[in-house]
Nanobody
Framework: QVQLVESGGGLVQAGDSPRLSCAASGRTFRSYSMGWFRQAPGKEREFVGAINWSGTSTFVADSVKGRFTISRDNAKNMGYLQMNSLKPEDTAVYYC????????????????WGQGTQVTVSS
């Protein structure tokens, strides 16, 4: 069992570079891969990126490639989503999630979810 809590969202300006954090509880956190998703109003939840259990492999969606970076610190039970050069279209609720396997972009592959944190990008 893993509990996840996101933080770091809020109202930002276009071009800003905030970092979202995901705090995990449970001694087995390092056994899970971690994913980040986002959901804009009226749209389906979409994949942003993922990182494997050790932090040695990551991949992100084409829509954020070159701007967003994922990392984790297993010693602190923390995951991070560094967002650079934000655009108004990045406005969404951002979720972190945990999965027992690595490499999926599908919502259904992730068993554990945080409550989400709102990121609003003003132009």
């Amino acid at each position: 069992q893993v509990q996840l809590v996101e933080s770091g969202g809020g109202l930002v300006q276009a071009g800003d570079s905030p970092r979202l954090s995901c705090a995990a509880s449970g001694r087995t956190f390092r056994s899970y891969s971690m994913g980040w998703f986002r959901q804009a109003p009226g749209k389906e939840r979409e994949f942003v990126g993922a990182i494997n259990w050790s932090g040695t492999s990551t991949f992100v969606a084409d829509s954020v490639k070159g701007r967003f970076t994922i990392s984790r610190d297993n010693a602190k039970n923390m995951g991070y989503l560094q967002m650079n050069s934000l655009k108004p279209e990045d406005t969404a609720v951002y979720y972190c999630a945990a999965a027992t396997s690595y490499g999926s972009r599908l919502v259904g592959a992730y068993a554990y979810w945080g409550q989400g944190t709102q990121v609003t990008v003003s132009s």
